[in-house]
């Protein structure tokens, strides 16, 4: 009996040890599932942020930064009206090219959609809008150059073609030259999303409309616009960052005349000041963050997806 | 004593060469660059490992040439492995990180920026064999005992430090040198003479209403203020103390004047790259311009008129030199000298006068060009025959003059060399604002 018991208890502790290995296995598992991903963005993310963000309050010369704790980046940056021209600059940009390439985006995702009919074409025809992806962002930005210059493509046809008798000037190195490029290099990102967000709409919904006697206005505003917003809201998301951050598209299309804050960062950058990019960058992140939970705000991506 | 040296020999020679003292002449040469050879053979104890050395060197691209590797190899049988940046990179590099590099291929502007840094090592001058040979534009500061100084930070105040350990510039000549020159020249506006349509003379012509959206100025701060400076003084409006060194007020007046021009719509853009001058005034989106002197060529390869106008107010100069590491110690070091050293006898300096750039040594590199060369780059005269450049491909026919002329007539006339300021940081905040208004 008494041997029994002492030769049962081992047993019985070794039994609940591996009942206990059994059960931390699935209570570790989804951490460990998780922990890649973790690792990933805490330092690709994460670290490289904090870094900006502490050395935005560092102090710097002409050659060298110095860790310390200084708000001058910041007043410097913030009571300067050449930061304000150029967000406001930037942000004109934003939102001529947001406003421009939602149309574009809309039009085209709905003519994809509900005009064609074989899904065959559908594909074959999305893929023709992908085309001009396979060539580098550069290229396609700079291509424009000769088109709109001067004595450029575009000039020289509306002249012999007696249109015009002098160059138009605005074509390049302009406001509207940039909004163009911009126009050009990211109206796909606005397309595949509402393109996306349409095809998932219930056919069914829209004869149920036409049925119920909407006119064919009414059905594009009261059933497939509101289905379509998560589409338009992360397409938004995409071109309005896009847009903010971007720097080598406006300093080739204006010719260097205006300004972006991506610009002001890449300047300070090549001039050494660290510092100052760094808060720079983190009023950037800020101010675009805002926006990103704004759109968020007005359409739950997740709800309506 | 070495200042009189080189103008009056070419001084010489351009009132007229006879056959007898060219072909005497050449007969020097031959018998120099037998001697040289001699020495660059440098049979020493470790001629031997000294080929398992690699110095790494970076710096602008206009002087990191590979065919410049390549003869080290051959010479002197170790690598050099070279590096092309910005100048904006270099400086960065230069500072944020010595240890990855050996040898500095910098501006004078920008050493003026990194060598209080310490991160550099001066250079012993006696080991430096051409040395009294050297332009006296880097020892002096003037080309000519009669020349004056020109503004902005003119080589030689940056050219010198106190001692080994040292890094304070000195204000005169000492044995211990933070760059040794490579290579140097005098910049001036690019236009193009088929559609300006009236004789260039001043750099105020950038501003004249009748280009209206037809100029364009370098967006580089450093180096566009000083143009913008040229024109502002050409034109009267603002008077300076030192161009390379401008007050806050000199600053604010001169952007001022740049504003309002911007505004009025003169400019057609701003470039940063040598590609973006070229396309610009290929394009014909800009007929005047600042400019350098490759990028003229280039302009001129293509077939189109570009002249890099000589201006009465003078050029805006710069120059850059070769600087070794603080880490660089023993056999590295002295494969750096070495380096530095054949740099100086003149193959190098002939391939970067045919590209019209100026070397530091004028005696040596002559020994490496064709009379006819020598006469077309350095002495102003109409080239007897084609003119090629280092890679065999023509660049100017026979008959054709150099725009600006002979040595002296360009680098005897720089009114201001590229240059940092004491308001560097205010400067450069307010030409942002210039850029972005």
């Known amino acids: 009996m008494t041997l029994t018991a002492e030769t049962s ?13 059994v059960r931390l296995l699935p209570r570790v598992a989804p951490y460990l599932q998780a922990a890649p991903l973790t690792v990933t963005l805490l330092l690709f993310l994460l670290v490289p942020i904090l870094t900006i963000v502490a050395v935005s309050f560092w102090d710097y010369d002409s050659v060298r930064i110095y860790p310390d704790f200084v708000l001058t980046n910041y007043t410097e940056l913030l009571t300067s009206p ?3 021209k150029t967000y406001l600059n930037t942000l004109k940009y934003a ?4 406003a421009i390439t939602l149309g574009i985006g809309f039009t085209v995702a709905y003519f994809l959609a509900f005009h064609v009919r074989s899904t065959t074409w559908q594909m074959v025809l999305f893929l023709v809008c992908t085309i001009p992806f396979w060539t580098s962002n550069i290229i396609r930005m700079i291509s424009w150059i000769p088109f709109l210059g001067r004595n450029g493509l575009l000039n020289s046809g509306l002249i012999s073609a007696g249109i015009i008798d002098q160059p138009l000037e605005f074509l390049l190195f302009s406001d509207f030259s940039v909004v163009l490029a911009f126009v050009h290099l990211y109206a796909l990102f606005m397309v595949v999303p509402i393109f996306n967000s349409m095809m998932r709409i219930d056919r069914a919904l829209i004869e149920a409309a036409r049925d119920g006697g909407a006119s064919a206005a009414q059905t594009l505003w009261n059933v497939i616009l509101p289905l379509t917003k998560p589409g338009i809201a992360i397409g938004s998301i995409f071109v309005v960052t896009l847009v903010m951050g971007d720097f080598i598209t406006v300093r080739l299309m204006s010719g260097g005349q205006s300004a972006s804050i991506g610009l002001m960062i890449a300047n300070e950058i090549s001039l050494l000041q660290y510092p100052a990019a760094a808060a720079n960058a983190v009023v950037l992140l800020a101010v675009v963050l805002i926006m990103v939970v704004a759109m968020l705000r007005v359409v739950d991506i997740r709800k309506e997806l | 004593m070495t200042d009189t040296r080189t103008p009056s020999k070419s001084a010489t020679l351009s009132t007229g060469v006879s056959r007898r003292t060219l072909l005497k002449g050449t007969a020097a040469v031959a018998g120099a660059a037998v001697g040289s050879g001699a020495i660059t053979g440098f049979p020493t104890i470790w001629a031997q490992n000294i080929k398992n050395v690699t110095l790494r060197q970076f710096g602008t691209g206009v002087s990191n040439l590979n065919a410049v590797a390549d003869k080290v190899k051959e010479d002197l049988g170790f690598t050099l492995q070279m590096t092309a940046l910005d100048s904006d990179a270099v400086t960065q590099r230069a500072v944020t990180q010595p240890k990855s590099y050996d040898i500095a291929d910098i501006e004078y502007w920008i050493g003026k920026k990194v ?11 006696k080991k430096i064999k051409n040395f009294d040979k050297i332009v006296p534009i880097f020892i002096t500061g003037k080309l000519t005992p009669e020349s004056a100084i020109a503004q902005g930070t003119a080589p030689h105040t940056v050219g010198f430090v106190e001692g080994k350990d040292s890094t304070k510039f000195a204000k005169a000549p000492t044995e211990w040198m933070t760059l040794i020159p490579t290579i140097y020249n005098a910049d001036t506006l690019g236009i193009r003479p088929d559609l300006v349509g009236r004789p260039i003379s001043s750099w105020k012509d950038l501003l004249d209403p009748a280009f209206k959206g037809k100029a364009s ?9 000083m143009d913008a400076a040229m024109v502002c003084e050409a034109m009267g409006e603002v008077k300076y103390g030192d161009k390379g060194n401008m007050t806050k007020e000199e600053i604010d007046k001169t952007l001022k004047i740049m504003t309002d021009a911007k505004k009025a719509g003169q400019f057609r853009a701003f470039w940063k790259t040598f590609d973006e001058s070229v396309n610009l005034m290929s394009s014909g989106e800009v007929i005047i311009q600042s400019m350098w002197s490759p990028a003229v060529a280039a302009v001129r390869s ?9 201006l009465k107010e003078g050029y805006r100069a710069w120059g850059g030199g070769l600087g070794i590491a603080k880490h660089l110690s023993g056999l590295e070091l002295d494969a750096a000298y070495e380096y530095i050293n054949w740099y100086l006898s003149g193959w190098v300096g002939a391939y970067l006068n045919r590209q019209g750039y100026y070397s530091a040594v004028l005696d040596t590199a002559k020994q490496h060009m064709s009379p006819e060369e020598w006469a077309f780059w350095m002495e102003g005269q109409p080239a007897k025959a084609d003119i090629l450049s280092p890679e065999g491909k023509v660049m100017e026919k026979a008959g054709a003059v150099r725009d600006g002329g002979s040595f002296q007539d360009r680098m005897g006339r720089v009114a201001c060399w590229n240059a940092v300021m004491d308001e560097d940081r205010y400067m450069v905040r307010k030409w942002n604002e210039f850029i972005a208004a």
């Open chain 2, 302 to 310: 293509k077939g189109i008129q570009c002249v890099y106008q000589p």
């Open chain 1, 82 to 84: 050449v930061t304000w």
């Open chain 2, 115 to 125: 060598f209080p840094a310490g991160v550099m090592q001066p250079m012993d001058v």
């Open chain 1, 95 to 98: 939102a001529l090219t947001w």
């Open chain 2, 217 to 225: 100025l370098l967006n580089i701060p450093s180096i566009g203020i």
């Open chain 1, 9 to 21: 208890r081992p047993s019985a502790t070794a039994a609940a040890g591996r009942a206990r290995r």
